[in-house]
């Protein structure tokens, strides 16, 4: 199957600093991806969708401006945490697909994740 | 109401089980389903995909998917120690919609 990889895993950072986290497919194009959140024994909830080239899609709820999301190339999508508080903490996951009606549109592939400790 | 419904669980089965997983949603418009297994603190992996109403088999897995019920089942067969994770359903619309609507995620425990 299509690989998706996500850093870091894990980062410690301090209230009020901005981290990154990067989303990769390896092996194929990713004309969408989607940014995830989980809270400790929850599911996952989508933060936002992303299309290569055009400005994020933020569900309900979801600031935009706090979680700035970059799509620049077929293969990399970032999200960005900008002044980072403890409320911030969780798994973040993103995943990456194609075009529905492609050989890849009808699934979505999920990197490992990323555990963000805001102290 | 959510519009996936899933029993959070902890579901525990001794090894050789035979574990059932189930799903309720509520939109009719729903079209494809899925089922992930999830390990602590990883992303989810696709198990089973379906389309429409039926069943669906693969090695120890079947998913069934009853869309009049708006019911989804995942069963494991023998199950194992390796089995034990967080089973989250999945499901979306059809036509362009490629956006996941998940459900609570249920865990399990196989214990030898």
């Known amino acids: 199957g299509a690989v998706v990889s996500q850093h870091p895993s894990w980062v410690i950072c301090k209230s009020g600093t901005s981290v990154k986290i990067e989303c990769r497919s390896l092996?194929?194009?990713?004309?969408?991806m989607f940014w995830y959140r989980q809270f400790p024994k929850q599911s996952l909830m989508l933060m936002a969708t992303?299309?290569?080239?055009?400005?994020?899609?933020?569900e309900q709820g979801v600031e935009k401006d706090k979680f700035l999301i970059n799509h620049a190339s077929l293969t990399l999508s970032t999200l960005t945490v900008t002044s980072a508080h403890p409320e911030d903490s969780s798994f973040y996951i993103c995943?990456?697909?194609?075009?529905?009606?492609?050989?890849?549109?009808?699934?979505?592939?999920f990197g490992p994740g990323t555990r963000l400790t805001v102290l | 109401q959510k519009e996936v419904e899933q029993d959070p669980g902890p579901l525990s089965v001794p090894e050789g089980a035979i574990v059932s997983l189930n799903c309720t949603y509520s939109?009719?418009?729903?079209?494809?389903f899925m089922w992930y297994r999830q390990y602590s603190r990883k992303g989810p992996e696709l198990l089973m995909y379906?389309?429409?109403?039926g069943n669906k088999e693969d090695g120890r897995f079947t998913a069934q998917v009853d869309k009049s019920s708006k019911y989804i089942s995942l069963f494991i067969r023998d199950s194992q120690p390796s089995d034990s994770a967080t089973y989250l359903c999945?499901?979306?619309?059809?036509?362009?919609?490629?956006?996941?609507?998940f459900g609570a995620g249920t865990r399990l425990a196989v214990h030898p």
């Open positions: 995943s990456a697909g194609q075009v529905i009606g492609t050989p890849l549109g009808n699934e979505q592939f």
């Open positions: 092996d194929f194009q990713a004309t969408t």
């Open positions: 992303s299309n290569e080239g055009s400005k994020a899609t933020y």
């Open positions: 939109n009719s418009a729903f079209q494809y």
């Open positions: 379906t389309y429409s109403s």
């Open positions: 999945a499901m979306r619309l059809g036509g362009g919609y490629n956006k996941l609507i």
